[in-house]
Structures are given as structure tokens and as C-alpha cells.
């Protein structure tokens, strides 16, 4: 958990903020008994998370795919190549929505609008880090090898507007 007291405080204000401003219909879905506050959602994301991230294309269609998802300081944060399709859409886009959903125990929904940082720059030193936690242990060090070498990579995080959470468990 690399959160600091501040940004818990951020994230309990954002979750509390967005909650209050739902619409009937979610609030009747995720009442206030079903919704995971910050200190406990940071404790239960910790790791590596299969998100799926919304973009929107030119004509305004949505993409979404799955990405290696990692909660730190409060916000959802993934990487990919600069060449990348839905870089390329948050480079001319940044709005963006992801969703982690690993069945009816959790749902964690978040619309924002994309942070664009150089994978090796220092913005992305926790992100670096959080993935070489998750696959040093699983593939050696291939993986840092691999990672060290992407050249022009993209770590992005997501500044959240909007941060829905719902515990069905």
C-alpha cells in the first residue's frame, strides 16, 4: 500500500462524491452497506488487476481491451507501447473509463481522463516497480530485461473524475 494519508483522504472524498451524485438507479444497486471505502479498496487491489479500459475512437465508437491494471497513490494506472491503438486514442482523446470486475464480490468502475507519462520516466518509477513485483516472481529476469528495453513506452494513470465501487461479498 504506497497511499499516504492524503491520498486516502482524496480517494474516500472522490468515492463519497461520486456515490452522492449517481443516479437512482445505481443507488438503489450500490447502497451505502455495498460500497468499499478507500482504505479497504486499496488493501483489496493491491497486485497486479486485469482492468478493462474504454477509449474512444475518431468517429466516436468506444474500444475497450484488457490491460495489467495497478491501484496505486489511489488512482488505476496500466502501460503499453506507443504504438499502441488506444494509446494512440488517449494521446488525441484522454477521456477513458476502466472497470476491474472479477465477478459478483467486486466491481470497481472509474471515468476520467488519461495521464500520458514515458514508462521510464520518473512519474512511472511506482508503476515500474508494482510490475516488476508482479512478474519478476513468475518469469525471472527476462522480464525486467524485456521491460527495460520498451522503447518509447507509455505508463498511464488514470485521473478519475468518477470512482464507482460496489462488494457483493
Known amino acids: 500500500m504506497l497511499e499516504t494519508p492524503e491520498e486516502l483522504a482524496d480517494l474516500q472524498a472522490l468515492l ?11 443507488r438503489e444497486i450500490i447502497t ?7 482504505a479497504a479498496l486499496v488493501r483489496r487491489l493491491s497486485g497486479m488487476r486485469l482492468i478493462t479500459v474504454a ?11 484488457p490491460f495489467d491494471g495497478y491501484f496505486l497513490h489511489g488512482a488505476w494506472w496500466f502501460s503499453s507501447g506507443a504504438d499502441a491503438v488506444r494509446i494512440r486514442h488517449l494521446r488525441a482523446r484522454p477521456a477513458v473509463s476502466a472497470t476491474y470486475l472479477p465477478g459478483e464480490e467486486l466491481a470497481v468502475t472509474a471515468h476520467g481522463r488519461a ?11 511506482d508503476l515500474r516497480q508494482a510490475m516488476l513485483d508482479f512478474y519478476l516472481p513468475k518469469q525471472g529476469p ?3 530485461e524485456w521491460m ?10 488514470i485521473d478519475a473524475r468518477k470512482l464507482f465501487t460496489f ?3
Open 148 to 157: 527495460d528495453g520498451i522503447e518509447g513506452g507509455v505508463g498511464v494513470r
Open 32 to 38: 451505502d452497506e455495498r460500497r468499499v471505502d478507500a
Open 55 to 65: 477509449t474512444v475512437t475518431a468517429d466516436g465508437r468506444p474500444l475497450t481491451g
Open 16 to 26: 463519497d462524491e461520486s456515490a452522492a451524485a449517481a443516479g437512482p438507479h445505481m
Open 115 to 125: 495521464e500520458l507519462f514515458d514508462l521510464h520516466g520518473p512519474e512511472c518509477a
Open 167 to 169: 462488494s457483493g461479498a
Open 142 to 144: 527476462a522480464f525486467q
